[in-house]
């Protein structure tokens, strides 16, 4: 039988407490309880756990997201099949591209979590777990590798998978490519070909220190925000998350050129949920004119994940300035053909 480590940070999967009042929900379940909720486990491997952080989604920080890739690494030196997160929804996408990314393993590592709390009835935590641990333990996983996460009868790879609602079971999907494979009453149903989807940049780490900007476009936005970044000299990277295509208003415009002509890369996303970016439009805070200016096509990748990359490419250890380090960990990223 398959061999599993349950590596558990936190989330909703891991909540209780009280529905009204002051205090909330929070993690409070531990590792070893999430998995003797969940007997059905044992029918598809033996699992150890080992816990790394006890923390909702939205309180995830670069050191709790590089503790679970180096948890990751250590299951990978201790002879086991599959490694499985538990982590809260609203950032499980990030830190499951975060450790596609830059895993220098090759077992399959699968996250899940829950939208409804531990102590709430209709759970949906261990039917996500028992996926989970299914899914990390399929010798067609085990022997792809890569990341994934795995909810809601569904395993996405994890450069794809975003949360689009903030409440309903059904949240994750992956725009323009759908589902790895989904859970049928006969067994793991094959949609495509698992695998490692994400560029690598091996062995990277995010440094909490490398600051790199998410800066939304919006209607009549102007460039405050990044003006007040470069004066202050605290950041070192900017994400737009541009309208449509990866566009922006005038002023924003201007303002990431400034961020350009000092040295600081800007990657271009869009916000829209699902779409590439592409330089089709000129004039003040268009993409095509913030590709002439040295902007970095983010291609599909929504603005968070360009984030992480874009703080990857900066702390890694390459020769080259910023620009040429981010220019060269996105020359892989966008889904179509760049020599057209």
Known sequence: MAHVTIVTAGGTIASTGPDSGEVGKTPTVSGED??????ELANHATVDVESVRRRSGFQMD??????????????????????????GTDTMAESAYYADVVLESDLPVVFTGAQRPFDRLGADGPS??????????????????GAYLAFND?????RWVVKGHASKLETFSSPGAGPIAESTPAGIRFLRE????SSPIPGARLDPNVRVEIVTNALGVDGGRVDRALAADAVEGFVLAGTGLGNATGALGEALESALEAGVPVVLTTRCFEGSVA???GGPGGGKTL???????????????????TALALVDGESGSA??????????VPSYDRSR
């Open 62 to 87: 670069e050191a709790s997201a590089t503790a679970i890739v180096d948890a990751i690494e250590r299951a990978d030196s201790s002879d086991v099949d599959g490694v499985v997160v538990t982590h």
């Open 291 to 309: 590709r002439a200016a040295g902007a970095i096509d983010g291609g599909d990748l929504p603005p968070w994940k360009a984030r992480i990359r």
């Open 128 to 145: 996500n777990l028992e996926l989970a641990v299914r899914t990390a333990a399929a010798d067609r996983f085990s022997d792809a590798g």
């Open 34 to 39: 999430l998995v003797e909720a969940v007997p």
């Open 194 to 197: 698992p695998g490692r989807y």
């Open 154 to 158: 569904a395993v996405h790879a994890a």
């Open 323 to 332: 620009l040429e380090r981010v220019e060269a960990a996105f020359d892989r």
């Open 279 to 281: 330089g089709l439009y």
